[in-house]
């Protein structure tokens, strides 16, 4: 690694090359050009990204070699191992020498039998939410300086921020995408059964309920076939209500079956 009084000019690096990577929205191009540059700039001989998904599982983003994926793969079918405790406590994880490290009994011979002899773990969030872990290895035992954490820790925040912005993009993406089909679907119900557009909202919604089925994926299935699922009948409210089950009532007057043709 170069000297600290380098640093200014490796992290001026490190942002230009993440700067360049794809569209702003290319999550895997910005990521994998700071683990690119981290390995280009000798910070490391390999180095990858572990996300830790919001149902608790884990995955291997922006790898510089295969190496990375099976020792992080390892990690996460044992349970155990640097990365995996990084995505849970704040700070960098170290180990100088995993040969001797008895903190991953299973996972550390793994490792080893795969070149990896010591390791750089530095935890990733974005307020107090934990996102994943920026992975550091070495092929040789190592006595990380002071200097090389403090380093290490910059690392995390520039890949914090790079994931954090991403994550919040893909899920306001997601959500968009969601509403346009939700639109669509309401387009369809509007005029197949001369209803408006509260109305047909509210017959999504009700089948969203009676189903138990997320509402986009009740708009992607009327998008799809034409169709709305059949709704039972115990599930249906009184006749007072705008819409029962599949059928939109009101008053004395009732719509067409949305499951038959107009």
Request: glycine share 6%; hydrophobic share 40%; proline share 5%.
């Amino acid at each position: 690694m170069a000297h600290p009084t380098n640093q200014s000019a490796l992290i001026a690096e490190l942002i230009d090359r993440t700067r360049e990577a794809g569209q702003p929205n290319d999550v895997s191009a910005a990521l994998h050009s700071i683990t690119v540059t981290v390995v280009d700039l000798d910070v490391a001989d390999w180095a990858g990204i572990t996300e830790r998904t919001d149902r608790g599982r884990f995955q291997t983003l922006a790898a510089t070699d295969g190496v990375v994926s099976e020792v992080d793969d390892l990690q996460y079918r044992f349970g155990e191992g640097p990365c995996v405790d990084a995505t849970y406590e704040d700070g960098v994880l170290v180990a100088g020498d995993i040969r001797v490290d008895q903190r991953w009994p299973r996972w550390g011979p793994g490792a080893i039998e795969r070149g990896v002899r010591s390791v750089m773990s530095v935890n990733l969030h974005a307020s107090e939410s934990a996102m994943g872990a920026l992975n550091l290895y070495r092929s040789a035992p190592r006595d990380f300086t002071q200097d090389e954490l403090e380093f290490a820790r910059i690392l995390g925040a520039h890949a914090s921020i790079v994931l954090a912005h991403h994550r919040s993009d893909a899920h306001l993406w997601k959500a968009v995408d969601a509403r346009h089909r939700i639109g669509q679907a309401q387009g369809i119900l509007m005029e197949r059964f001369n209803i408006d557009a509260d109305r047909s909202f509210a017959l999504l919604v009700r089948l969203s309920q009676t189903q138990n089925t997320k509402l986009h994926l009740i708009a992607d299935q009327l998008i799809v076939t034409g169709k709305l699922p059949e709704s039972t009948a115990d599930s249906r409210p009184a006749p007072s209500a705008d819409v029962t089950g599949a059928v939109v009532r009101s008053g004395r007057r009732r719509a067409p079956d949305p499951d038959r043709a107009p």
